[in-house]
């Protein structure tokens, strides 16, 4: 460690570095490597290139980065996020984020809370640090949030619990079969909720297609056949035969939709696109978990209680946890 944070001993001019980083560059662009870390990928060939072995705060990393970014810009960044859900409110949609998280988080939306201390309970029983709700609801200002009962708190909590559950389980098998197709269909089927000009029948459509293929991984990978169909009920039914517990029939029902939605979103009216998602999001969630391969993270979420000056949070709290299958 301490010969790797030491300063490389190796001279190259700006002029060399730039014609050298233009080739490692073009290299990257003819990969398909993505942008976002491409200053990364661009250092470590660069390291590759003339065997080095370089501290990421080392003085010539810091030029290739700066390269990089001159190149770039604001384009390098990613967005780590799990993804979006959609939380109503008074009617409206509301964006709500689901930060990617590693170990465990406190999560509350009580509106009084960053002007008091937890109480005992959440402090002290039950770990992790604690995030505010409200900081991941996109579009809502201070007033607004200070104006939320607590039923539409509570279902705010509700919404973030489905969302974060689906999306990383979901991301913890993309590697199996048209998963992360399906992922990428949840995200679609949020955005299309939330957008500007919204699509309800886009939103529906892509719920259904999220759906369908995360049954038609669990049917092919446990070596069974299929029909070429978006038959919900009936992909179920091949499903449970070798070994999926039945998806609520309920939930199929609120996804289940025709074609037709594509060319007259009009017929699809914001409630029943939005429950569409939501339904979505927990079967996903359930067969996430039974197709391969698996990350080895698990996700799980829990309600807590918390006091605040000697008195009970009427909408409790969550404890959201990540960590390493045992």
């Not at 039950?126 to 009962?149: C, H, I, M, W």
């Not at 409630?271 to 969630?285: G, K, M, Q, R």
């Amino acid at each position: 460690m301490n010969e790797a944070s030491k300063p490389v001993d190796f001279q190259i001019s700006d002029s060399a570095l730039d014609t050298t980083l233009v080739e490692i560059d073009n290299q990257l662009r003819a990969s398909g490597s993505k942008l976002f870390g491409r200053e990364l990928r661009g250092w470590g060939l660069f390291c590759q290139k003339f065997h080095l072995e370089m501290a990421m705060s080392d003085p010539l990393a810091v030029r290739i980065f700066d390269w990089f970014t001159k190149q770039y810009g604001d384009r390098l960044k990613g967005n780590l996020d799990f993804g979006n859900t959609v939380a109503e409110i008074r009617h409206d949609f509301y964006s709500l984020r689901l930060p990617r998280l590693y170990g465990s988080a406190i999560v509350h939306c009580d509106p009084i809370l960053p002007r008091h201390h937890f109480g005992p309970e959440l402090t002290v029983n039950s770990g992790g640090v604690k995030t505010n709700l409200f900081d991941y609801l996109q579009g809502a200002t201070p007033e607004f949030v200070r104006s939320l009962t607590d039923k539409e708190c509570i279902h705010l909590l509700h919404a973030y619990a489905r969302g974060v559950v689906a999306y990383s389980r979901m991301d913890d098998c993309q590697e199996a079969p048209y998963s992360k197709e399906a992922l990428d269909d949840l995200h679609q089927s949020a955005r299309q909720l939330t957008d500007y000009n919204p699509n309800y029948g886009f939103s529906r459509w892509a719920s259904l297609q999220a759906v369908e293929k995360v049954l038609k991984s669990f049917i092919e990978q446990r070596g069974q056949t299929f029909k070429k169909n978006r038959e919900l009920a009936e992909l179920a039914g091949v499903a449970v035969s070798p070994g999926l517990p039945p998806p609520d029939a309920r939930l199929l029902a609120k996804i289940q939709c025709k074609a037709d939605v594509r060319y007259s979103a009009a017929t699809v009216d914001k409630t029943e696109a939005l429950e569409a998602h939501y339904a979505a999001l927990a079967v996903c969630a359930d067969v996430a978990l039974r197709l391969e391969p698996q990350s080895g993270w698990r996700t799980q979420t829990r309600t807590i209680s918390y006091l605040v000056d000697g008195k009970p949070g009427p909408m409790g709290a969550l404890v959201v946890s990540r960590l390493k299958a045992a």
